[in-house]
């Protein structure tokens, strides 16, 4: 039986969920959360959807021993390459984070949409599916931009380097969209450096629209916490700066953190 003080646990290949788990802090602040980054074998977002599923399928056993009441899965990556596996598997709602970036993108009202994500989510085409269905009229642009990912952490996301980069990536969906979904867990950090180059676009941010929607979902099943929030970050590697770009990503001071290794074959 769940109860409304279990906590909302949130897994990610890595760090990068933590900008989700910072809008869901955001939205719901009486939420208990467990965090897993599985840091010791980021990225995800340049492995086999066969690798992906098997990873995503351990990251959630291992949330479920804290006795959650819901998984967010964080990890786009995983979103659009292991949410079958996962639902077949697991009894608990799994939240991900192609629906919450459809719903947005819906919401715009808009046609001419741009993708852009690592390229396991890329190629996947989960969001593309999706848009489709919701707007059949959409014409779609899409774009793998795996260099956001180590800009982000390098806390390079203003500047020469990183205007470079976003000029590469999206000059060609520049005037073409209307809309860019921000499709990766690290690329709201680059999101000023994008909104000055892509100018008019809508930018939609799939984190800010999850913690919106958990919301909904709790307070319909009663599951709404009351509080205090208790926190824990769970990772499989303690990776260098972890601490500087953990806070950078949360936006707050990051405690609470603990390495699991056992369960890694
Ligand atoms: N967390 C991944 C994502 O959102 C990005 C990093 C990776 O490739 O694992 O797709």
């Known amino acids: 039986m769940r109860k409304s003080t279990d906590p909302i646990g949130v897994f990610d290949s890595g760090i990068g969920g933590l900008t989700v788990v910072r809008e869901i802090m955001r939205e719901l602040p009486d939420e208990s959360i467990i965090y897993f980054g599985d840091t010791a074998r980021v990225p995800y977002g340049t492995k ?33 390459n292991a949410m079958d596996v996962l639902r077949g598997k697991f009894n608990i709602p799994i939240f991900d984070m192609i629906e919450p970036g459809v719903r947005a993108v819906k919401r715009t009202g808009k ?18 599916k999706r848009i489709r269905e919701e707007v059949p009229d959409a014409e779609i642009f899409t774009r793998p931009a795996p260099l956001f990912v180590p800009l982000a952490e390098e ?3 203003r500047g020469k380097i990183a205007e470079l980069v976003v000029e590469e990536y999206l000059k060609e969906l520049k005037g073409r ?24 676009v809508i930018l939609v941010e799939p984190g800010k629209e999850v913690a919106g929607m958990l919301k909904e979902y709790l307070g319909k099943e009663g599951l709404l916490s009351s509080g205090p929030p208790r926190y824990s970050f769970y990772l499989s590697d303690i990776p260098r700066k972890f601490g500087e770009i953990g806070e950078r990503f949360l936006g707050r001071k990051l405690e609470g953190i603990r390495v699991v290794r056992e369960w890694i074959t």
Request: net charge negative; hydrophobic share 40%; with cysteine.
């Open 48 to 80: 086999s959807k066969e690798t992906i599923e098997k990873f995503a399928v351990e990251d959630v056993e291992f949330l479920l021993k804290f006795n959650v009441k819901i998984i967010v899965s964080a990890c786009f990556t995983v979103s659009s």
């Open 155 to 157: 806390g390079k996301t």
């Open 111 to 128: 046609r001419r949409i741009g993708i852009i994500g690592t390229y396991a989510t890329i190629e996947s085409r989960a969001y593309e």
């Open 177 to 200: 969209v209307e809309v860019l979904v921000l499709g990766c867990t690290h690329y709201p950090l680059l999101k000023e450096t994008i909104k000055d180059f892509m100018e008019e």
